[in-house]
DNA sequence: GATGAATGAGTTTTCATTCAT
DNA sequence: AATGAATGAAAACTCATTCAT
């Protein structure tokens, strides 16, 4: 259930019904194009699948980069509600919440494509904006977490988001039951590895300013 | 260093010196370019990179398939030579020899792109049968490490091919040595997470049959 | 000041003061998409420029060749308004009149636009009727001038529409003052080499025939 | 017969024969579309009428304005020789010699298309120093003339330049014929003019400087 | 063995035009 | 009367592949 809706009050005018629905069908089958086919995807492709004609899609997103921008908003949108809600949980057992959390977007990994898989491909601040807001989320639920004695010490907000996306990442080949099940399990074994451990401590992690290029960076490969 | 020579002594003539060269350009190339633009990246664009004209190219692999799957078998090369090492080191301690082998994925990433990231994208048979030894190595270093108390007794060897391929995929716009540094943090954790434990038992895996139709699965999307 | 207004009470009942502002809009900016695009200027375009919707164009002007054809006639009828205060002043001095003619033109060259620059572009009774009006002007004024002493005597109607088109037509990337006091200067040394002269007489002129088919050719190019 | 041979010594390697043949039918079939349907004319057609596949027609002209630059520095270099040679004879009589190289010019009209019809178009370096050469020997003609008493003094290269422009530009949906007949006809009255006169002298000319920012002009409209 | 060249088959993008609101 | 929306058709541009040198 991506959010589709139109933008939220961009000075826009609100769209047609018919057209909103058509918008709607065009995102909904460029993310099945791009996780199929990767996001060369041709866009008449997409046209098809969404049912429309190329012209119109081109009418609603301009060009490639437009449309990729908006899955990316609304995948990061699902991310953030869903960290939202981990930190509403976590008071009760922060490990559980954060647990919930990397299960619940391996499960909606069919939505999340590019945010996750092709990682950030745009600039755009509405972009830019959501992943800063999701970094500060996982930040508060791991402070919670290490409050708890439930996470080691050495574990950051980038090893959380690393892990997301690895997770979500689609394993080619694989069909989708099997790959949430090896994500799941893969989530699972990763969290049995974040409590206080005796182990020898991580290598250091890359710094925030690391992260926020890497949440910034330019320009995106074509798949 | 990815293998490059000439196959062994497959009937085919050594070639010359120029054109082993060539080939081995245009190797580079590939993987470069696969990596950066996803396998559907243009040839002449390969060919470009290569410094040798498209036609060359031609020559020497008769399509993309082709030139995938060379880049496909380099890479599992690489993989099974390193499970063999881990598995001669494994009496002394199969768990570092896992670490070890896993870490040593992370830091050959560049080299692996493809049977990793891309997955099996060939039923070339002997892609698959280096799959098959990999993945028999890899079950003989979890059984001693089981021996030895090492790991928990329901993580599978797709477990661990799960995360090598997980944690070699490029996370894009990354640096190289961020990517390298998040990924050996990942893997581990998720080490960290493998030895016995009172934790819930994992969900079920995926049987063998799956991961050996996983490993054959027919048609590669073009990223 | 091109004429702009509904044109004489053609049956069509008068247009709603919004719509006649519209209407207004639409061809001033198809003049200057016409001159700076060609007359293959995107329909889209033009209707951008004026602030309408593309909708509205096509109410007002079925095609593009309506479109044209009022440009053409709105033009045109500058032209022969010119031409008739030219004769009414020639008594006076009928080469000061053409000068007068000729310069007015070039002033005007950015109403004349497609009747000048393009040509006729159709076959529209009204534009054919318009043309070969100004055309008997001019030969009532060279007749004149010729009385007067002050023509060659094988100087032609033809040859004086040739400079007008000329003259008006735009020297592309020059700055339209620029533009005019080239033209004028071009103008006026091409009007002292019209008196009578000793110099070898000019070659033979097209025909009126020729004329006739040059102004209602029928097709027009797309620039 | 404009001059189609490959560029002189310009790093390139030379074309292959047949490669050759093609880049002339292309240039040839760009000359006479770019006239007859604007600089607009699709590349389609124009690789339809040299007989070559329109990806051909890419592999030569990266785009069209690469195709537009050929024409106008071919169009420039035969201006260039027609000046020369005005150059040469001026000495027994610059006026003839002038009005030899309007005439000249007339008559190729149909090769000179684009530097004359559509203007300058490009910046590219060759383009430029070909107008301000040419633009170097009118001055030098018309030098000449002057000091044989055969212009009169407030006459400029400019003024030239222009004359050739306007006359040289297609009348359109005039027969060839007729249109050299009357762009015959409007030199040689323009050349009457020509010569020192009681006349009321010229307005002002743009400046040199003037004429250098036209010829650089930026940007070309499509038509 | 290598390359310049050409091409057919896409894919992307634009535009004229119609329709429903 | 005006507009948002959609579309079919065309044009621009790219790319895999083959051929002749």
Redesign the interface.
């Known amino acids: 259930m991506p959010p589709t809706g139109p933008p939220p009050a961009a000075g826009r005018p609100r769209l047609r019904a018919d057209a909103a629905r058509n918008r709607a069908q065009i995102l909904a089958a460029a993310r099945t194009a791009f996780r ?6 041709p866009l008449d492709e997409i046209a098809r699948r969404a049912g429309v004609n190329i012209a119109t899609l081109y009418r609603r997103f301009p060009d490639r980069e437009a449309l990729i921008r908006q899955i990316v908003i609304d995948g990061f949108t699902v991310v953030l509600q869903a960290a939202d809600t981990a930190l509403a949980t976590a008071p009760d057992g922060a490990l559980a919440s954060i647990e919930e959390l990397l299960l619940h977007l391996v499960r909606e990994r069919e939505t999340l494509v590019l945010p996750l898989i ?3 491909v745009t600039e755009d601040p509405e972009a830019v904006a959501l992943q800063l807001q999701i970094a500060a989320r996982l930040e508060d639920l791991l402070a919670t977490a290490r409050d708890q004695g439930a996470v080691r010490a050495d ?1 950051t907000a ?2 959380l988001i ?2 997301g ?3 979500c ?1 689609p ?4 069909p989708a039951e ?1 790959a949430a ?6 989530v ?7 409590p206080p ?1 005796k ?2 401590p ?5 710094t925030n300013a ?1 992260l926020t290029s ?1 949440w910034k ?2 320009k ?4």
Do not use: C, K, M, N
Request: hydrophobic residues 40%.
């Open positions: 199929e086919l990767g996001t060369a995807a092709g990682g950030p574990a980038v090893d690393t892990t996306a690895l997770a990442r394993l080619p080949y694989l099997q099940a090896l994500a799941e399990r893969h699972r074994i990763f969290l049995d590895g974040l451990t182990a020898r991580l290598p250091p992690s890359p690391d890497y960076a330019a995106q490969p074509e798949s």
